[in-house]
C-alpha cells in the first residue's frame, strides 16, 4: 500500500442542532404538563372559591359572632385569588413552551 485517503467530517454544528431540538422537546413536554396540572388546579380553585364566596355570605355579622369567621373567610378568598393568578402565570408558560 503506498498511500491512504483521510476523510474528516466536523459534526459540531449537528450536534449543537440536536441538542437544541433535544431541549425544545423537553420544554414542549414540560408546557404539556404544566398545562395539564395548572387547567386541572384551577377547576379545583374555582369550587374552592366558589364554596368560600357563599360562606361569606352566610357568615355575616349577625350579632352572633359571626364577623370573624366572614373575616377568616375573606382571607381565604384573597388567597385563593392569589392561587388563581399563580395558575395563571403557569398557563401563560405553558402555552409559550408549546410553541
Known sequence: ????????RNIT?????EEELLKVEKLRSLGILAGGIA?????????????I???????????????????????????TFRARDLVQQLLTFAKGARR
Open 1 to 8: 500500500m503506498r498511500g491512504a485517503v483521510l476523510v474528516f
Open 13 to 17: 454544528l449537528k450536534k449543537r442542532m
Open 39 to 51: 387547567h386541572d388546579f384551577n377547576n379545583i380553585l374555582t369550587a374552592i372559591l366558589g364554596n
Open 53 to 79: 364566596s357563599l360562606g361569606i355570605l352566610y357568615a355575616g355579622d349577625d350579632g352572633r359572632g359571626n364577623g370573624q369567621l366572614q373575616e377568616r373567610l375573606v382571607e381565604a378568598e384573597k388567597a
